[in-house]
């Protein structure tokens, strides 16, 4: 082996090793941002499930549905509002979310499966307790899914919406 032949070798090993530690970073700042965005959702979805568990507990005529309705909007306007803020950044957090929207939408059980047909065109904001109502007699786990998957498909169908007006 020449001189040059050995030179060439090591500047490939090199070149293979900055490569793989670039994909090993790039890999470790997208496990960063799924954090992140699932921390962001999680957070959304468990103050949808206490405001479910307390629409559930109390009598519907004990609550006061103007202070309930606005109290609920702004929880629910403010998370997506952080939601779409991360979504909007990058083509990452796209694909993660689309990912994360099939594997939950598999995890549902049949009869979950038909509450979220009924309610999946419904709006997160407006609609809630109408939300609430379909899936009341649903497993928690299957609850917490679908309320997961309503944030998901509104942070969606919002990006798209404001993608469009902008393109206007």
């Known amino acids: 082996?020449?001189?040059d032949e050995a030179f060439l070798?090591?500047?490939a090993n090199i070149g293979d090793s900055v490569a793989q530690n670039y994909f090993t970073k790039q890999i470790q700042k997208n496990i960063e941002?799924?954090?992140?965005?699932?921390?962001k959702i999680?957070?959304?979805?468990?103050?949808?499930?206490m405001e479910f568990s307390r629409i559930q507990g109390t009598m519907l005529h004990q609550l006061k549905t103007k202070s309930t309705g606005r109290s609920l909007k702004d929880i629910i306007m403010n998370g997506l509002?952080?939601?779409?803020?991360?979504y909007g950044q990058d083509e990452f957090y796209k694909d993660f979310l689309m990912e994360l929207l099939g594997e939950l939408i598999e995890c549902l059980t049949s009869k979950a499966i038909q509450s979220y047909l009924l309610i999946k065109e419904?709006?997160?904001?407006?609609?809630y307790n109408q939300i609430v109502s379909s899936i009341q007699d649903l497993e928690y786990q299957d609850v917490i899914r679908i309320l997961k998957i309503l944030?998901?498909?509104?942070?969606?169908r919002r990006h798209?919406?404001?993608?469009f007006i902008r393109g206007c």
């Open 1 to 3: 082996m020449t001189l």
């Open 9 to 11: 070798k090591i500047r």
């Open 33 to 39: 941002k799924s954090k992140e965005l699932g921390i």
């Open 42 to 49: 999680d957070t959304l979805s468990m103050s949808l499930q």
């Open 81 to 86: 509002d952080t939601i779409l803020e991360i």
């Open 122 to 127: 419904l709006n997160l904001i407006h609609d």
């Open 151 to 156: 944030i998901i498909s509104s942070t969606i």
């Open 160 to 163: 798209e919406r404001r993608t």
